[in-house]
Each structure stands twice: as C-alpha cells, then as structure tokens.
C-alpha cells in the first residue's frame, strides 16, 4: 500500500488547483495499479489550515489540528504538491506551509510538483521555484512535473494534451515510487539524542572528574 | 515542592498607556518582584540573561547580589544562565562568589540560549552549541568540584594548575537545573549528570512538554541515579490573576495582544487552550496548575512568568499578593497529596551538604580520586 498526501495550495472553491491534484491523483493511482500497486490518498488543502499555518509561524508551536495534517505528510510515502502561482513563484500560503513543516519530514521523500495558472507563459514555476524549494529540503522531486493555465481545461485539443502530460507525470512518479518503495521515516528526536549520547559518552574520558555516579 | 516566579527582564512599552519603562526603572522593578516574592512565602526568585535590547538582565549575579543582601530566605537562581557564550571559568567565580554572599541561597539553570548573534558576540560559533554546552559544562562542574584543575578543551584556553577563587561554600556546588524548551539533548544532558531538568512550558503545549519531561525521567533512571519517578523536575507557568476571571481576561487582553513574543498571532483564547498559559480566578490557576502533575509527574520546583510584556510594577506586586495568599498555599497542600514518599524534593544548599556530609567516606576516596586524574593527560 503506497500512501500519497496531496497538498493543495488553492484558495477558492471551486479551485482548478485542486482540480489539477484530483486529476493528477487519479492518475498516479492509475500509474500504480498498473503496477500492481494499491495507493491511499490524504488531501491536505492548505486554505483550511490557513491561520493555523500563520500562528505556528508567530508562536513557533503548531495546533493539534496542523499537527495531524504534518503528521499525514511525515507518514506519507510521497507527496503530490499542487500551487497556484503567485507572482512569478508559488503562493505565500503554499511556502509558508514548508516553511512550518518540522524539519527533515521531506527527507528522502518522492514529490510530484505541478501548479496552475492564468496563462502558460508562467510554467517555468515549477523548475524555478518549486523544484529548488524541494531539493533543498531534500525531497526526491519527480522528473516531470505539471503546469495547467487556465486553458488547458478548456478546449478540447488542450485538454487532451493536458491529460497526456498528466499520465507522463504520473508514470513517472509511479516509477519513481516504486523504486523507492515504503518510505522509512526519519526520527530526528532520536537522532539528535542518540548523538548527544555519543558525545557524552566520547566527553567522558576528558572531563576525568566528572562521573555520573554523584 | 518549591514555588518561584521567574523574569525575562524584558522592557516593554504597556500597550494601555505608551510608556515605556527606563532601563533603571526596570532593573529596580525586578528588585521590588524578588523582594515582594519572598515577603509573600515563594521560595525562588529567577532572573533570565540577555545580552541585547530590550532586555536588561545582562549581569545576573550582580542583580541577585543586590537581591541576596535585601531578602533572608529566598533561593535565588537564573533561567536561564547561558552554558554555550559564558566562560564557564566566570560562571564558576560568580556563582561561587554569590553563593558565598548569600549563604548557600543559590542554584542556576544552564541553558543555551536563542539568540544568534550572542555567539558570535561572545566570540562563540551557534553552529557548535550543543559540543560547546557540554565542554563547557564539564569544566565547570570540576572547577567546582577539584580544588586544582588541569583542562585542555576545543573551545577554550587550556588550563593548567588552576585553582577556582573563592571555593564553593561548605565544599558544595550549587544545585544546576537545565532548561529547555524543545532539544532532547538537554534532556539528556540533564539526566546523565543526574542534575535537575527544567521545561519552559510556557510557549508549548503540554504534549511537548510530557514528552521532553519523560525522556529526562527514563534517562536519569537509565543513568542509574534513581528512578525515573525521583528525576528532579521544574516547569514554567503563566498566569495573570483577578478575583473575577472576566476582569483577568479584560485586564491582560491588551498586554497578551501586543507581547513581544506570542502577540499579534493567536488569540488569547486560543494560546490559552493550546499552552499552559492560564488568564482567570485564583482558582482556574490553582485546578490548571495542578493539572500539570498528571502529564510531568510528581514534580519538584513550579515557576511562574507574571512580569512581562508592559505590564506595570503595582499589577505585578497585586500578582505576587494573590500568589502568596489564594494560590501557593492551597497548591503546596494539594501537591503533597498522594506524592509518593520516595520523590525527593529538589535539592538545596543545606541538603547537599548534608548529604555530602553523611558520604564523607566517599568524598575522600573522591578527593582522592581527583588529585590522581589531575595528573592525567
């Protein structure tokens, strides 16, 4: 079982934000059976946890409920990460989403990037904004990504090649994802303790004086 | 169990007013606390250090210097003393001197602090925080404890022949609490050398906090100084008090919106369902204060934050009166309820020297012991 968690940066509802994670999570699922994978999907839209986003950023500690949504993309086996773009970039709520995200939870794990927006001129969003984003936070980023402008949910003929790159996206993911297989989880609380240890452990010889048994 | 307030030392404009303290308005204000502190029965009084505006309690031991010679029964201590861009040489000599003065009335906090550029302003890299906090440390729990110190580290001029001036009082360290709001390791820290372990609280709901309070328990056990239930363990607090809870939420509403640190983000609703933070009746603060037990355990020193964000030295006091008459009282009794007879009671000066004196036999062999490591390489 390969557990996705879709992040959908769209404001309004309708969104062809969400519209385009729908479509791209079908697609993946599809990519998948083909395999002979089964996938579950968790769709987090970012505008629900909004202010919650906003409060962690001030008070630096997340709700219970934000914690949940953190809790269903560290637990994921990759993640499909869907943005308007917003002046040339993604959306300010999009980032400030990774921005609060605990450390070290993309570590290692396979994303597919895609966003939407007004007209095509602005598709090179994703490998300027949204792959660097990712590869920095050491996330495996899918070849191919996805850009829908809003035309592309129009005419026939655009829609065509719009779900044709979509089923690329999604193969590729798919391969990507099974390579990968069940994501191990980094458990960086431990970490940094079994290196504190460590380093008490190594710091013990040198400090002669110091025993644990006073 | 023992009841304090701890300050910040933050010099806030009150948002009810505009006015903004003078620094020596603030620094004589945080005297006032600390007297008031004791005059009402809490047993600790804790000054934070800062080294940059807005905050003035850059000198601890000189303000609990000032604080030691007006007060007769209070402990004084620090939350927290900076372990990582302090020489821990100083920190030896302050706190020794300090002890000396107020007749074994201390104990200090260790914590790494949060600001960036403190490190590179004290000549330190916040890069190397946690090695630095642990060699510095060492050193300073045996200037304390050998009377000559031969030292070579990776952050510090070596030592050779070094004798701590003046030594601690009655041949006995202060106590040393670790604070921390969210790094493990300072939890460990804590529980290897068997020393208190301190939860800021304050800033974090209570599921953080029981997990940090639990790593420390498990490993003071597993470090075979007791069990997990005997770890000595403070938390943080806070409270604003009116007879009515309505006039609480009205009087503090202004200050929580405009805080430095928590203001302008959640509501005051919200930060109170979410932390420990309590804004109400002497009562809600006593039912809510109580309930940290049941996520910390049995627990040994409660400290309060009630003097911050603007609000005004008169309010503060009115604080301290309603603590030390409704509050204090009634937890100190309901604490003690059900605590099991083997969880200690945080150590203090006279404690440990009793304890020292009742292991005379190994302080010897100790001494002895240290003498033939001095000679190590």
């Known amino acids: ?214 | 169990m023992q009841f304090g307030i701890f300050s910040v030392g933050d010099v806030t404009a009150d948002p009810t007013t505009g006015r903004t303290p003078t620094e020596a308005e603030r620094i004589r204000a945080t005297v006032e606390i600390a007297k008031k502190a004791e005059e009402v029965g809490l047993d600790v009084f804790a000054t934070g250090e800062h080294h940059n505006p807005p905050f003035v309690p850059s000198s601890p031991t000189t303000l609990l210097g000032y604080v030691a010679a007006q007060t007769d029964r209070i402990i004084l201590s620090t939350a927290t003393t900076l372990i990582t861009t302090n020489d821990p040489v100083k920190i030896a000599e302050d706190f020794s001197v300090l002890q000396n003065l107020s007749a074994g009335r201390v104990d200090l906090m260790l914590g790494r602090g949060n600001t960036g550029p403190v490190y590179p302003w004290f000549g330190q890299d916040i890069q190397a925080a946690i090695p630095l906090t642990v060699e510095h440390y060492g050193l300073l729990r045996r200037l304390w404890r050998e009377e000559v110190v031969d030292w070579t580290g990776n952050y510090r001029t070596s030592l050779q022949g070094f004798t701590l001036a003046p030594r601690p009082l009655d041949g006995v360290p202060p106590f040393v609490w670790h604070g921390s709001i969210r790094t493990p390791e300072v939890a460990e820290l804590a529980a290897y050398y068997g020393d208190g372990f301190f939860h800021n609280h304050i800033f974090w709901p209570p599921s953080h906090t029981k997990r940090m309070v639990q790593l420390y328990r498990q490993r003071f056990e597993h470090y075979g100084h007791g069990r997990a239930d005997q770890a000595i363990v403070g938390l943080g607090g806070q409270v604003f008090m009116r007879p009515n809870s309505q006039d609480a939420v009205a009087e503090f509403r202004p200050y929580f919106d405009n805080a430095p640190v928590y203001g302008h983000g959640p509501s005051l609703e919200e930060f109170s369902a979410q932390t420990p933070l309590t804004v109400g009746s002497p009562q809600q603060v006593i039912d809510r204060t109580l309930g940290f037990r049941q996520y910390a355990g049995d627990y040994q020193r409660q400290l309060f934050l009630i003097d911050h964000a603007g609000l005004p030295l008169k309010t503060v006091l009115e604080q301290l009166d309603l603590l030390g008459e409704e509050v204090i009282p009634v937890l100190r009794k309901e604490f003690a309820v059900g605590r099991p007879e083997h969880v200690p009671d945080a150590p203090t000066h006279e404690t440990l020297v009793k304890a020292a004196a009742s292991s005379g036999a190994d302080a010897d062999t100790a001494s002895v012991a240290d003498t033939s490591e001095e000679h190590q390489p």
């Open chain 1, 1 to 214: 079982m390969t557990k996705l968690a879709i992040v959908s940066g769209g404001l309004r509802e309708p969104s062809s934000t969400r519209l385009l994670a729908d479509r791209i999570t079908a697609a993946v699922e599809a990519a998948l059976a083909g395999r002979n994978l089964t996938a579950t999907a968790s769709v987090i839209e970012l505008r629900r946890v909004g202010r919650a986003i906003m409060d962690t950023m001030l008070t630096g500690f997340a709700t219970s409920d934000l914690e949940s949504v953190f809790e269903t993309v560290a637990d994921a086996d990759g993640v499909i990460a869907v943005t308007p773009a917003f002046n040339a970039s993604f959306s300010g709520l999009f980032k400030s989403f990774f921005d609060v995200l605990p450390e070290e939870t993309l570590s290692e794990m396979p994303v597919l990037i895609a966003a939407t927006g007004g007209t095509e001129r602005h598709s090179l969003v994703l490998e300027h904004a949204l792959r660097p984003m990712f590869s920095y936070l050491h996330a495996i980023v899918s070849p191919t990504g996805v850009y829908a402008a809003t035309n592309d949910f129009g005419a026939q003929q655009r829609s065509v090649e719009l779900s044709e790159r979509i089923g690329k996206a999604a193969e590729d993911f798919a391969r990507l994802l099974q390579a990968c297989g069940p994501r191990t989880r980094r458990d960086v609380f431990t970490e940094e303790l079994t290196d504190m240890e460590r380093l008490l452990a190594g710091w013990q010889p040198r400090g002669a004086g110091d025993t644990v048994e006073d």
